[in-house]
C-alpha cells in the first residue's frame, strides 16, 4: 500500500447514510486514527429521513452536527455528499462524480466501503458507486476538478447488519478503540432514539455483542471483519505468500 510522504496512510470511510462508518468500521478507524494515520470519513447520504418526529430539512442539520462530533473524537475529517436518503443511485452519474471528486481530495491509500450483501439500497448503491469511482478518480478526464489521482486505491468491504450474510477474511482487533467507537455512536442520539423505535434495536448492545462475535473468530477480544474488494487493477502483487 502507498504510504503519504510522512511515511502515513490516507484512510477513507465512505457509507451511505452518517453512523454507518461508525457502526461497521468505527473502531477500525479510529485505531488508524491513532497510529497517526489521516482518516476522512465521507458519508453520501444526508440521512434527513430517519426519525419519527424531526422533519427531515431539521433532522439533516441535526446528523450533520451528530457526524462533525462522532469524526472529532477520533480526529477525522467530514465530507457530506449531501444525497437525500434513500435516493443513492437516483442520479448515479451525478452521484458517482461527487464521490469521485472526494476520493481525488482524499487521496485515500485505503477506501473501506459497504458490501454489497448488505440490506439497504442506499447502502448496496453507494458500494457500487465506490468501486466505480475508486477507479474514475485515476481517470483525468472524468473531471475537470482536482487532480486525478495516481492508482485505484485498495477497497475493503466492511460487515453488514448483524454480519448477515458476510463472511470476513480479515479482521482488525478493535479491543483498545471499542470505548471510542461506542461514543462516536453515542454522538448519533438521533439514531440511537430511532433505531429504538424503528427497529427494536439498542445499537450500542449491538455494536458490543457484534464485536465480541467477531472477536471469537479473529482470535481477540473485540474485533471488525472486512473482505477485500477483488476486481482487476485494484489487485496488489507481493513477493511471496504470507
Ligand atoms: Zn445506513
Known amino acids: 500500500m502507498a504510504e503519504t510522504e510522512e511515511g502515513k496512510r490516507s484512510?477513507?470511510?465512505?457509507?451511505?447514510?452518517?453512523d454507518d462508518l461508525e457502526i461497521s468500521c468505527g473502531g477500525t478507524l479510529a485505531?488508524?486514527?491513532?497510529?497517526?494515520?489521516?482518516?476522512?470519513?465521507?458519508?453520501?447520504?444526508r440521512g434527513?429521513?430517519?426519525?419519527?418526529?424531526?422533519?427531515?430539512?431539521?433532522?439533516?442539520?441535526?446528523?450533520?452536527?451528530?457526524?462533525?462530533?462522532?469524526?472529532?473524537?477520533?480526529?477525522?475529517?467530514?465530507?457530506?455528499?449531501?444525497?437525500?436518503?434513500?435516493?443513492?443511485?437516483?442520479?448515479?452519474?451525478?452521484?458517482?462524480?461527487?464521490?469521485?471528486?472526494a476520493i481525488r481530495e482524499a487521496k485515500p491509500d485505503l477506501i473501506i466501503t459497504h458490501a454489497p450483501e448488505d440490506y439497504h439500497p442506499d447502502h448496496v448503491a453507494v458500494q457500487r458507486m465506490v468501486v466505480e469511482a475508486a477507479f474514475l478518480a485515476t481517470v483525468p478526464y472524468v473531471s475537470p476538478c482536482r487532480e486525478a489521482i495516481g492508482r485505484v486505491p485498495e477497497i475493503r468491504l466492511?460487515?453488514?447488519?448483524?454480519?448477515?450474510?458476510f463472511v470476513p477474511t480479515e479482521y482488525v482487533d478493535?479491543?483498545?478503540?471499542?470505548?471510542?467507537?461506542?461514543?462516536?455512536m453515542e454522538s448519533y442520539r438521533s439514531q440511537v432514539d430511532w433505531l429504538k423505535e424503528h427497529d427494536g434495536l439498542d445499537i450500542l448492545e449491538f455494536i458490543a455483542v457484534g464485536a465480541r462475535y467477531r472477536g471469537f473468530?479473529?482470535?481477540?477480544?473485540?474485533?471488525?471483519?472486512?473482505?477485500?474488494?477483488?476486481?482487476?487493477?485494484?489487485?496488489?502483487?507481493?513477493?511471496?505468500?504470507?
Not at 31 to 45: D, E, F, L, N, P
Not at 55 to 63: A, D
Request: hydrophobic share 45%; charged share 20%.
Open 11 to 18: 484512510i477513507m470511510g465512505i457509507g451511505a447514510h452518517p
Open 31 to 45: 485505531a488508524y486514527a491513532g497510529h497517526g494515520h489521516r482518516v476522512t470519513m465521507c458519508h453520501v447520504c
Open 48 to 101: 434527513d429521513k430517519g426519525h419519527f418526529r424531526l422533519p427531515p430539512g431539521e433532522l439533516r442539520q441535526v446528523r450533520c452536527a451528530e457526524a462533525g462530533a462522532a469524526a472529532r473524537l477520533i480526529g477525522a475529517g467530514v465530507v457530506m455528499l449531501d444525497v437525500p436518503d434513500g435516493e443513492a443511485g437516483s442520479d448515479w452519474a451525478g452521484q458517482r462524480l461527487r464521490v469521485v471528486e
Open 158 to 165: 466492511m460487515d453488514t447488519y448483524a454480519g448477515v450474510n
Open 174 to 184: 478493535i479491543t483498545a478503540t471499542l470505548a471510542v467507537k461506542q461514543a462516536m
Open 217 to 242: 473468530q479473529g482470535g481477540c477480544r473485540y474485533a471488525e471483519g472486512f473482505r477485500k474488494h477483488v476486481a482487476g487493477l485494484f489487485i496488489r502483487s507481493a513477493p511471496i505468500l504470507t
